[in-house]
């Protein structure tokens, strides 16, 4: 543990923002968002890592036609270290890839989830930005990543279940693990008033029942040219750069360059790690 503990010493990365990107649940478009922000934030001249936090059921690495020869179960097994699996994009976005199908990463205990989290200390310190696109549901990595996490971004769209799933989301975060402050991202948009109106309603039960706070982050338009780069294995910023939805993640890009340096206690990195390691249960036993 001590040698843990000065490994995460080293960490002086204490300006690099760390977005946790969630839904609820399945079928919003949470991972094209991730993918795509992150394109947006490297466009922008940001260094990006882009972690894809559906440890078992890995999504980032098809989306941007990659093909991973060694994955989070790598360095789960000790046989690899977090530099060793990073995948580097046309995009600029530095990528670490989740496995694929692996029925026990999709489900791991938290003492393996902070060892996963740990790792991250012997990264270089060169990156300013963590986008981690985390896994659909209320999954022990969904809490732990986001309770981690400076940001809270929560990806929406305009059909009750989904409304519904991120309520639930937050409950959980907002009374287990104190997060409080969470920024909504409205997406495949159709009417000029439809993201507002969504933003709303689901704020409206939020201030009714819980003790958070809701920002409004912003939108993506319905746009085909996503569904199109999506097949295309390709970001919808390099495959249709002047389109609606590129154009939207630029603005978002911007916002969040913006975003204060701390929404929660501390920032960065080592923030990242030290939040799971400061937790009672992360005493760990495994060896990376």
Aim: glycine share 6%; net charge positive; aromatic share 4%.
């Amino acid at each position: 543990m001590r040698q843990l503990e000065l490994a995460t010493a080293k960490r002086t990365s204490a300006d690099v923002q760390v977005i946790a990107i969630s839904s609820g649940k399945g079928g919003t478009g949470k991972t094209t968002v991730a993918v795509n922000l992150a394109a947006a934030l490297a466009e922008a001249g940001r260094k990006v890592l882009l972690l894809d936090g559906d440890l078992g059921l890995a999504n980032v690495d098809v989306l941007l036609g990659l093909t991973p020869a060694c994955t989070i179960e790598q360095v789960l097994k000790g046989e690899r270290c977090l530099e060793e699996i990073l995948l580097h994009t046309a995009d600029g976005i530095s990528v670490i890839p989740a496995a694929s199908g692996v029925t026990r990463l999709a489900q791991l205990p938290l003492p393996e989830l902070n060892a996963v989290v740990n790792a991250f200390s012997a990264l270089p310190a060169s990156y300013d930005t963590l986008v981690i696109d985390t896994a659909p549901g209320l999954i022990e990595s969904v809490l732990t990543f986001c309770q981690a996490a400076q940001h809270q971004l929560l990806v929406i769209r305009n059909e009750p279940a989904s409304l519904t799933d991120a309520y639930a989301l937050i409950k959980v975060l907002s009374r287990e693990r104190c997060v409080r402050r969470f920024r909504i991202l409205v997406n495949m948009v159709r009417g000029d008033c439809e993201a507002q109106r969504l933003f709303q309603r689901l704020q409206r039960v939020t201030d009714r029942f819980l003790d958070v706070a809701l920002e409004y982050a912003g939108e993506i338009p319905s746009d085909d040219a996503v569904a199109r780069a999506v097949c295309a294995q390709r970001t919808v910023l390099a495959a249709y750069p002047g389109g609606p939805a590129a154009r939207a993640y630029r603005r978002l890009a911007r916002s969040v360059t913006a975003w204060p340096a701390r929404d929660q206690p501390s920032g960065g990195l080592q923030f990242f790690l030290e939040r799971i390691l400061a937790r009672p249960t992360a005493r760990l036993k495994v060896a990376i």
